[in-house]
């Protein structure tokens, strides 16, 4: 049987997250995402991924000091970094470059919970070397890390060189926590094909964030932005994306494998982005995406009706981190900062099983050739 895109295959058991089409829902542990994302710390929700069960308090404060502690960067992803932004290199592709200096063989052992420092590192690493990356690409002075603050907070002010405000931080917050994890999806399958060869975790990253830097996965925010951009005022919108869909185009932050109604992280993020915009954005560009997310549904039903394709995640994640004036080159590197904690989580399930991915093709070539000399071709 060939399942063109591997569609309806189920080729793993998880009890990391589920992801319900019919009905939207997305469980996270047990949790649905609309119970924590708003509320969580992002280090709650990675404990929670990594050990099954909510932290208590100490719990917590012994994962935020083993995060905070191994945040610095190494000299070799330091010149690697210089390097790239000597060559405008950008910010996803210099994150896959960093992540693969990595050098993981000297973090041993375990947090008296028993989770890998490894782990620990790299959910650490990451925010880091986006952050240097991005004020060594705009010739800003590097900002360290700082213990005293948390994952996000920390995030913000390596990206801004400020200490962010509490709604700042949550509105990030409550990003990080919507897609830390989302079933078998690209990037993840790639960590986890990776993993059952019995690589190592780096390689398992370095390929999932290569997988999550296309365009029809993580690479889409950036793209709906500019789209609504381009059309500008909601009179322009049935006219622009009719034009976009009759050139056989695919309207960026619509559609997904899975779902068939709204995507349930869009509801936690476009509330997220009202309460910013609201407070101190700009309104009319809220107003403008809800009415270009209304026309391209009612388009996307008339040019597929068989289809039921709805708003995902990217368009609303678009919207609110633009308002948390996050640069939309920095909207991938924020998803995978986040989704590294799930690539981990279905790294350290799949290691469990000892069989390696390796699914079939059906050739479709000629056969029984004959080899002619390369003097008589
Ligand atoms: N705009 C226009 N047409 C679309 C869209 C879209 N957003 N999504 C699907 N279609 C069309 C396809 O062109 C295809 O038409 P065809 O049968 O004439 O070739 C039909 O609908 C079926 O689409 P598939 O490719 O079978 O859908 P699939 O499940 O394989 O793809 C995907 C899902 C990649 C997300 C797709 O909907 C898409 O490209 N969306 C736009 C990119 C995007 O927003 N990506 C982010 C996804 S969320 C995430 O990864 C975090």
């Not at 063109?4 to 469980?27: H, Q």
């Not at 932005?225 to 994306?241: H, K, R, T």
């Not at 476009?270 to 101190?280: I, P, Q, T, V």
């Not at 809220?286 to 009612?298: F, G, I, M, S, T």
Request: proline share 6%.
């Amino acid at each position: 049987m060939f399942f063109p895109g591997l569609v309806g295959v189920i080729a793993a058991r998880t009890r990391l997250s589920e992801v319900d089409g019919k009905a939207g829902r997305l469980i996270i542990s047990g949790y649905p995402v609309e119970e924590f994302a708003g509320v969580a710390t992002f280090e709650e929700v990675a404990y929670l991924l990594w050990k099954g069960a909510l932290p208590t308090a100490q719990q917590l404060a012994d994962f935020r000091g083993a995060i905070a502690a191994e945040r610095a960067l190494a000299t070799v992803t330091l010149d690697v970094l210089k390097a790239a932004a000597g060559k405008d290199i950008p910010p996803m592709t210099a994150l896959r470059m960093a992540a693969g200096t990595l050098d993981l063989q000297t973090v041993k052992g375990t947090t008296p919970d028993g989770i890998p420092l490894e782990n620990i590192a790299v959910i650490a690493r990451f925010p880091t070397i986006v952050g240097t990356y991005w004020r060594l690409l705009n010739d800003e002075p590097v900002v360290e890390p700082r213990a005293d603050l948390g994952f996000t907070a920390n995030l913000l002010y390596m990206i801004t060189g400020q200490e962010p405000s509490e709604e700042r931080t949550r509105g990030l917050e409550t990003y990080l926590n919507c897609v830390v994890d989302h079933g078998l999806n690209a990037s993840t399958f790639t960590a986890r094909v990776i993993t059952s060869t019995g690589s190592d975790l780096i390689s398992a990253l370095t390929g999932a964030i290569g997988a999550l830097k296309g365009p029809l996965h993580g690479g889409a925010p950036g793209p709906a932005l500019d789209m609504v951009f381009e059309i500008g005022d909601a009179a322009n919108a049935e006219a622009y994306l009719r034009a976009k869909l009759d050139r056989k185009e695919r309207l960026m932050g619509f559609g997904h494998r899975i779902y068939r109604v709204r995507d349930p992280r869009v509801e936690v993020l476009s509330a997220a982005a009202k309460r910013l915009y609201e407070r101190d954005g700009d309104m009319r560009l809220y107003n403008l995406v809800a009415d270009v997310e209304k026309v391209a549904v009612r388009l996307l039903a008339e040019y597929y009706p068989q289809r039921s394709l709805q708003t995902n995640v990217e368009f609303y994640t678009a919207l609110l981190l633009h308002g948390l004036a996050m640069p939309m080159e920095l909207f991938t590197p924020c998803f995978a900062i986040s989704r590294a904690v799930g690539w981990i989580a279905h790294c350290q399930e799949q290691r469990k099983d000892s069989r390696i991915i390796r699914p079939e093709s059906e050739y479709e070539g000629p056969r029984d050739m004959r080899w002619v000399p390369i003097e008589a071709r």
